[in-house]
């Protein structure tokens, strides 16, 4: 139903958010990471999106950035967690560091989160991992693992599967990250999302 909405910051508090978009104002629910990119009340601001509707109330969350929605969604896809466990969890990491620690396997760090526990930790990493276990071929006729690509060094791979988590296509996520040049996963992350949003 909304994909964003654009107006001016009206104000904020623990985990909302409400902004003025033509007289009207929507309260969002954000993460404490969002939260920390809206400082300015009455500036105007971007949020994009995710409207949870159930049958005593309609809620609307809020997020600075594409990345962040699209992990926000990924973690509803799993088992047990929830729009509030989300929240939390990506209140507690940027959606590039979640990434990392979902195709590391990292269940210490998922659970540091507030109010995620080991066995939500391991249940996120493994249903996120199941669903990006195989890569599409650049022209999308099959499916390969992506262990078996060539050329491609184990942090590479790792950061293949952790865009994807972000919402990055399959064969952009090869083609950005196939030459980089970092040797941790966080470096050639970081180096990816600079060339996925300058397009290159």
């Known amino acids: 139903m909304f994909y964003y909405l654009k107006g001016k910051l009206a104000s904020t508090s623990l985990q ?3 902004i003025d978009c033509g007289g009207v104002g929507f309260m969002l629910t954000v993460s404490n990471n969002t ?3 809206l400082t300015r009340i009455g500036e105007e601001v971007t949020l994009y999106t995710y409207l949870q509707v159930r049958e005593d109330a309609m809620e609307l969350y809020g997020f600075y950035t594409e990345p962040e929605l699209d992990m926000f969604k990924q973690l509803l896809n799993v088992s047990g967690v929830g729009p509030k466990a989300a929240i939390s969890v990506l209140s507690a990491f940027s959606p590039e560091r979640l990434a990392s620690a979902i195709v590391t396997g ?3 760090l998922i659970s540091g989160a507030k109010g ?3 066995k939500t930790a391991e249940r996120i990493i493994l249903e996120l991992k199941e669903r990006i276990a195989l890569i599409e ?3 999308g006729s099959e499916l390969v693992d992506v262990s078996s690509t060539q050329s491609i060094s184990s ?6 599967d952790g865009l994807i988590v972000l919402g990055i296509s399959k064969a952009d996520a090869i083609r ?3 030459d980089t040049t970092g040797s941790t996963v966080e470096e050639v992350m970081r180096e990816a ?3 996925y949003n300058s397009g290159k």
């Not at 942090?155 to 293949?160: G, L, S, T, W």
């Open 176 to 178: 950005i990250v196939k």
């Open 106 to 108: 990292d269940v210490k």
């Open 35 to 37: 939260l920390s990119h």
């Open 116 to 118: 995620i526990g080991k």
């Open 155 to 160: 942090v590479q791979k790792d950061v293949i």
């Open 137 to 139: 071929s650049e022209d």
């Open 16 to 18: 909302t958010a409400v």
């Open 193 to 195: 999302l600079r060339r």
